[in-house]
Each structure stands twice: as C-alpha cells, then as structure tokens.
Nanobody, 126 residues
C-alpha cells in the first residue's frame, strides 16, 4: 500500500520561510516521479514543483521559481519543499504526489500522478 504523508504546514508572515516534508512508503522511492501541488479555496489544484528520478533538473511553476526549492532524500524516502519569500498568494493546501517510474503525461498535470498525500495547510499572513 502506497502512502504519502505531508508535514510542515503552518501560519507564517509575508516574507517568511517554511519547509514541507513528504514521507513516501510502498513504492521504490528512488525511481519515482514526485511532485508538489497546491489548492487554494475555490481554485483548482495547481502545479508547484516536480522532481523526476531520471531528470537532473527539477521543474517549477513560474509563480514559485526562484523562491521554492524541491529536493529528495532517497535514503529517507522523503521529499522536501523549501519555501522562501512567502507571499499571501502562496496560501493553500499543499499536496505531495508520486508516480511509479516516469511521467506518462506532463509533469505539471495532476492526472500524471497516481498517489497523493492528505495535504498540509500553508497560510501566509499579510
């Protein structure tokens, strides 16, 4: 059984930083495609960042490029999202996602991932 468990969400002020974690179990982590998505109230789930095992360069949404960093620790089956210079517009529930092996579709499409965590709330106050 595949499980993804996020943690690290919190209330933070504008300009602050947070680091989200996602512990993955039940699949071969080092050969998994991993992604972060977020969903704000009344909005669709949107892509944030992705790291695919065969691609040395991670991928980011334009809205977070230069502020967020995605990383993975294969020894600990854990993925991270370091979020810096947070803005109120970053307020959302953040979800981690995984797909076995590669991505059949586009890395930014939610339907490209097979497994999801329960989400962790990030709130940025102005």
């Amino acid at each position: 059984q595949v499980q993804l468990v996020e943690s690290g969400g919190a209330l933070v002020q504008t300009g602050g930083s947070l680091r989200l974690s996602c512990v993955v179990s039940g699949l071969t982590f080092r050969s998994a495609a991993l992604g972060w998505f977020r969903q704000a109230p009344g909005k669709e789930r949107e892509f944030v960042a992705a790291t695919i095992w065969y691609d040395t360069n991670p991928n980011y949404a334009d809205s977070v490029k230069g502020r967020f960093i995605i990383s993975r620790d294969n020894a600990k089956n854990t993925m991270f999202l370091q979020m810096n210079s947070l803005e109120p517009e970053d307020t959302a529930v953040y979800f981690c996602s995984a797909a076995r092996g590669g991505i059949l579709g586009h890395y930014s499409a939610p339907q490209s991932y097979d497994y999801w965590g329960q989400g962790t709330q990030v709130t940025v106050s102005s």
